[in-house]
């Protein structure tokens, strides 16, 4: 877990608020992910960077908004969010989102939201 | 809608027993699985991944993939207390990379000594 950090761990905010989640890699990896994971649904990935590429948005609304300004770091923008958006958001890299073999993804502890 | 289906459990068993965490999945197409392990309050690891019908060994753990019935399952020999966790069944999405996966809900697994 130490290889992948995310802060902070913990944020209450407003639906009004704007906050940012941020994740760092320590890996050397080339592909960041973002996960949701609800009480009762099952882990959801929300974005995809490879290279600093945004390469895959899983219908994510609007209100969450990724940056990724260089492999190591991946940020989560949050703007205007609803009760329901609170979850725990997960952090994960691996060393190449196009391999052909298994390209294990390693996650961060995760920062648990609470929307208000 | 392509899916991950697991039961949710608890499934209980106890020390030194064989547990059998089932998944299935809708998606024909997906090539690549994956079974994670979470621990209470913390973020998913990966246990096992498994690319072509059969079996693959790794020290206490199988996993069994049989993609005509579109089945994916893990046993757990010599079942531990310390392997009471949540099992998190994952897919790659049909037409996406291999790391593009879809999750079931998990499977919670209590060892009981």
């Known amino acids: 877990e130490t290889g992948v950090t995310q802060t902070p761990r913990h944020l209450v905010m407003g639906m009004t608020n704007k906050k940012s989640l941020k994740c760092e890699q320590h890996?050397?990896?080339?592909?960041m992910y973002w996960y949701k994971q609800s009480a009762k649904k099952p882990l959801e990935l929300m974005f995809v960077?490879?290279?600093?590429?945004?390469?895959e948005n899983n219908s994510v609304p609007s209100r969450f908004s990724p940056e990724c300004p260089n492999s190591s770091h991946l940020f989560l923008h949050l703007h205007t969010l609803q009760p329901e958006d609170s979850a725990l958001y997960l952090c994960?890299?691996?060393?190449?989102?196009?391999?052909?073999?298994?390209?294990?993804?390693?996650f961060g502890p995760g920062t648990r939201l609470t929307v208000l | 809608q392509k899916e991950v289906e697991q039961n949710s459990g608890p499934l209980s068993v106890p020390e030194g027993a064989i547990a059998s965490l089932n998944c299935t999945y809708s998606?024909?197409?997906?090539?690549?699985f994956f079974w994670y392990r979470q621990y209470s309050g913390k973020s998913p690891e990966l246990i096992m991944s498994?690319?072509?019908?059969g079996d693959k060994e790794d020290g206490r753990f199988t996993a069994q993939l049989n993609k005509a019935s579109q089945y994916v399952s893990l046993l757990i020999r010599d079942s531990q207390p310390s392997d009471s966790a949540t099992y998190l069944c994952?897919?790659?999405?049909?037409?996406?990379?291999?790391?593009?996966?879809?999750f079931g809900k998990g499977t919670k697994l209590s060892v009981k000594p």
């Open positions: 498994i690319y072509s019908n």
């Open positions: 890996l050397g990896h080339n592909a």
């Open positions: 998606d024909r197409g997906s090539q690549s």
């Open positions: 960077y490879s290279l600093e590429e945004r390469v």
């Open positions: 994952a897919v790659n999405r049909n037409g996406g990379s291999q790391g593009n996966l879809i």
């Open positions: 994960a890299s691996s060393q190449d989102y196009y391999r052909e073999v298994t390209d294990t993804q390693y």
